[in-house]
T-cell receptor
Framework: ETGVTQTPRHLVMGMTNKKSLKCEQH?????MYWYKQSAKKPLELMFV???????ENNSVPSRFSPECPNSSHLFLHLHTLQPEDSALYLC?????????????FGPGTRLTVT | GENVEQHPSTLSVQEGDSAVIKCTYS??????FPWYKQELGKRPQLIID?????GEKKDQRIAVTLNKTAKHFSLHITETQPEDSAVYFC???????????FGRGTSLIVHP
């Protein structure tokens, strides 16, 4: 459908589990982002990567660990999560790391922490 | 840093009516103002954007206006249809930050 894919689309995990979210973009973009979207809250920027280098960590707890092996792939490793971490996790990419570029979002991973 | 306020948080209209969503921003250096639409269960997608060198931009039934002096911009949807029902996010970019700042979103409900 679009150039940004995310897997899995849905994930249920216990607080002691370890899981990873995957994002892939086929648009040739250089910047990639992780956002958290909770009900009744604005989009929360979590991490930003530019040319696979992390440029922003928006005070995210260490139980979320990002990885960007190349400009096309982005992972979010999860461990020891809390129920309040349940949310929709959106990956996005943009041509360049500038706030004047369109952000292309993936379909998101609906995460439920039990 | 930039601060974007968006109102209202919820907007309910009858099919055929117009809908207006308003945003204000704080960084006078911002010069790029996109609007994203997120339908239920789907990803946010850019529907229209405006840059500070223009005051208004239209695309069929949607239009965006920008008042740089007052630091506010608005999304106007005319002849609303049920498929316009979604959450709409405004954003501001091009100022001091290299990442756009999003508003909190407006849930638009169009009743048939």
């Amino acid at each position: 459908e679009t150039g940004v894919t995310q897997t899995p689309r849905h994930l249920v995990m216990g607080m002691t589990n370890k899981k990873s979210l995957k994002c892939e973009q086929h648009l040739g973009h250089n910047a990639m982002y992780w956002y958290k979207q909770s009900a009744k809250k604005p989009l929360e920027l979590m991490f930003v990567y530019n040319f696979k280098e992390q440029t922003e960590n928006n005070s995210v707890p260490s139980r979320f660990s990002p990885e960007c092996p190349n400009s096309s792939h982005l992972f979010l490793h999860l461990h020891t999560l809390q129920p309040e971490d349940s949310a929709l996790y959106l990956c996005a990419s943009s041509q360049a790391l500038t706030s004047e570029n369109e952000q292309y979002f993936g379909p998101g991973t609906r995460l439920t922490v039990t | 840093g930039e601060n974007v306020e968006q109102h209202p948080s919820t907007l309910s209209v009858q099919e055929g009516d117009s809908a207006v969503i308003k945003c204000t921003y704080s960084d006078s250096a911002s010069n790029y103002f996109p609007w994203y639409k997120q339908e239920l269960g789907k990803r946010p997608q850019l529907i229209i954007d405006i840059r500070s060198n223009v005051g208004e931009k239209k695309d069929q039934r949607i239009a965006v206006t920008l008042n740089k002096t007052a630091k506010h911009f608005s999304l106007h949807i005319t002849e609303t249809q049920p498929e316009d029902s979604a959450v709409y996010f405004c954003a501001a970019g091009g100022g001091g930050s290299y990442i756009p700042t999003f508003g909190r979103g407006t849930s638009l409900i169009v009743h048939p």
